[in-house]
């Protein structure tokens, strides 16, 4: 699990003036709306003794604990009351919770789990599709039991649709499979892959039939960052499906997927329905055959697999993780683990830069000589 990165929170009509408890990358968050309808993200652990801070109340722009009922302000995580010091009483410094930016975009609340200044940090992926009317988007929220960095290797992978997906692919029944020349595309956050393939398609299909039967099908897939996925489907030269998975890791063993779905056709609502439920089975193809993936996490060296071209966009994802972990951005979940249940860490937030004395210590990260052997290998 990264920090450093905008990971989709909930559902922005989720996010009230009701305190709302959010799990992500192993911790807890609170969100909640300030009385000018802000949305802020607070880590949740309240630092005076502990108390789940989701459990207490919203006072205009604030959070009160609910144990000693001590006052958190939305925008900066500062403690602004502590009753029991009495009225006008100075408020200690180390008195405070983190605060992570939040931007609102595509009916999500992001929040930047992270310190990086804001010139810094990696960008949500741009959806034009969404504001676009000749664009009609939803959106299927599910949960898988996979660590999320394993997830996200299922969806550039290009060899696995023939198999997994009888929608997209013949299930192995077509003696010239192959999977031809997959063309590498580099941006600026990660790395995707362009194909053409054969696909049975379905009844009512838009696409053009092909010579020798089944339809042809282009697609690109990659990655952006460490845990956004996007498909472009192209079933004919004028019927496109463009879908944006936003995998949020709830801790190293679960993912939620906020998964958006855009079409350029059968724009009308009635068929949304219809479109959900193909997309629904589809995806569970994949969460069938990722949740018994072994080892459960990204295995540590690819000499313990064996590799073939048609997976060297997964080994170039890999070796993005590479290079955020030599910045210091993997959580080190072997330090989390032996630090035990008597200690609490916090994602540490961008005002952790400027402003010192800290209750909690930050989630220890994979750091220095590990980092360069990462690198390095
Ligand atoms: S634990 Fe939150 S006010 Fe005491
Ligand atoms: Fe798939």
New binding site residues.
Partial sequence: MFINFWYAAEETKNVTDKPLQVRMLGHEFVLFRDSQGKAHCLANTCVHRGASLAHGKIKGDFIECPYHGWQFQGADGACVKIPSLGKDARIPARAKVDSYPTQEKYGLVFAFLGDLPETERPPIIDIPEFDNPQWRVGLIMTLWNVNTLRGVE??P?PA??EF??PV?GFQGGREDYDVPHIELLEGAWGTSTRTKFVTPGATGSVKAEVKGGGFQTEAETGHHGATTTY?WIQFSSTAWSRQYSFNTPVDAYHTRKFFLQARNFALDPAGDARMDSRTRD??D??RV?MERVQPFFVPMSSTEEVIVPADRVIIRYREWQKQWAAKGWLIDLDGLAAAGDSKKFAIPSPTRRTNKGWALDPVPLVRSQQNQAIAAE
């Fill in positions: 299922n969806t992978d696995h649709t997994v997906h997209m498909t589809v995806m193809q994949d055959v």
